[in-house]
């Protein structure tokens, strides 16, 4: 049968890169808070039934997996931090080593190997800490002996012995460039990692089977890059070089288009995740092994405020069926996993954790859709 992994978003504790970068004790909580000044009542969609945890408490994380292990989830996705030798968020994550194991219950890493920058707040140019994928062997050793300590764990997860380990932007040509050293290294540790490409655009850039050992189509972004590709198609690259030269062209487009607000129909993205299934079906027919996300919401506001991407009319019993149709392909195709986006990213309006009571809570309903555990026993 296949597994249900959830991602899970270890930004919720202090870090000193952020410290730097932004206030002293500033996290992602912070936005929910600047949330509720600005809206009030509104955001309590955003709120957790926890409250501003910190997860840096263990007993926080050891809840969560407990939590997650009663709504039927086989496991975390959790997102791994590291920059040429430096680590970060790093406290949430050996919790998580700590219970899984113990819980009976499942995690592997996936590896968000992008620069950190204040893109959210408008200024993408601006970077927090840079990615060179430490570029020298020492450094390289020293990562690969960090993610062995959670390859050796026993709650860690493995498909036919080998520990499964994502990554967040598998195309990039520096990571791909430092692979081969990472691979010599693994070898010596005596661990040959199963690859996992997380695939944010619709289109796959690359025939990856020789490097990567599964694909999984990351949602909702590769909906978002479906209908960007539908409607502008092959004129992005070339309207990208033009308002690369332009730049008060560029920042026309963007005050007026890149930078509104924008609302996708749940509606639009069902029929999309039927024409999702079609396509990925046509990859495993041509050879490679393919799986999907799964998302039943989606607001990022307190990230993106008046630039922000949400789903609206989502509707609960066609969620519900959604989530059934992806089991059932994963299972009917032998996929191993599949990943709901997400267990605890509130920042972006897609917590499977519990939430604050409110009037009505669609998340709040779907979870009861998980506990009964329909969706499993293929009812």
């Known amino acids: 049968m296949s597994k249900a992994f959830a991602f899970f978003f270890p930004q919720f504790c202090n870090e000193t890169i952020n410290d730097e970068a932004w206030y002293p004790g500033f996290n992602d909580w912070d936005l929910i808070k600047s949330l509720i000044i600005r809206t009030g009542d509104h955001a309590a969609k ?22 997650a292990k009663a709504m039927g989830l086989d496991g975390f996705c959790a997102y791994h931090y590291w920059f040429n030798g430096r680590i970060a968020l790093n406290a949430p994550l050996e919790h998580l080593r700590e219970f899984s194991g113990a819980n009976d219950f499942l995690y592997f890493l996936c590896w968000a190997n992008e620069s950190w920058t204040k893109r959210w707040v408008g200024r993408g ?16 050793q020293k990562h690969v002996e960090y993610l062995c300590t959670h390859f050796s764990n026993d709650g860690y997860y493995k498909i036919q012995g080998r520990p499964v380990l994502a990554i967040y932007d598998p195309y990039s040509d520096n990571f791909l460039n430092v692979l081969p050293i990472y691979r010599k290294f693994f070898a010596e540790f005596g661990f040959n990692p199963y690859l996992v490409a997380m695939e944010s655009s619709f289109n796959h850039q690359s025939p990856s089977n020789e490097t990567y050992d599964l694909m999984v189509r990351f949602e909702p972004r590769a909906h978002f890059s479906y209908h960007r590709q539908r409607y502008v198609g092959p004129l992005e690259k070339y309207a990208k070089t033009v308002l690369a030269i332009i730049p008060k062209l560029n920042n026309l487009i963007h005050s007026h288009i890149v930078d509104k607000s924008k609302l996708y129909d749940y509606f639009t993205f069902s029929n999309y995740l039927d024409n999702s299934l079609a396509n990925l079906s046509q990859r ?31 509707d609960l019993e066609l969620a519900g069926k959604n989530l059934k149709k992806i089991y059932e392909w994963t299972n009917n195709n032998q996929i191993p996993f599949f990943i709901f986006n997400a267990w605890n990213e509130w920042s972006e309006g897609a917590a499977l954790e519990s939430r604050m009571d409110c009037s009505f809570d669609l998340q709040s309903e779907f979870r009861k859709i998980l506990l009964a555990k329909e969706w499993k026993l293929g009812k």
């Open 46 to 67: 955003f709120r957790c039934r926890k409250g501003f945890y910190d997860q840096s408490d263990s007993s926080i994380v050891e809840a969560q997996v407990s939590e």
């Open 125 to 140: 140019s601006e970077s927090i800490i840079e990615q060179n994928y430490g570029m020298k062997d020492g450094e390289i």
């Open 284 to 314: 495993l027919v041509a050879g490679e092994l393919v799986s999907t996300s799964f998302i039943a919401e989606w607001d990022n506001t307190p990230r993106y405020l008046h630039r922000s991407t949400k789903f609206v009319n989502v």
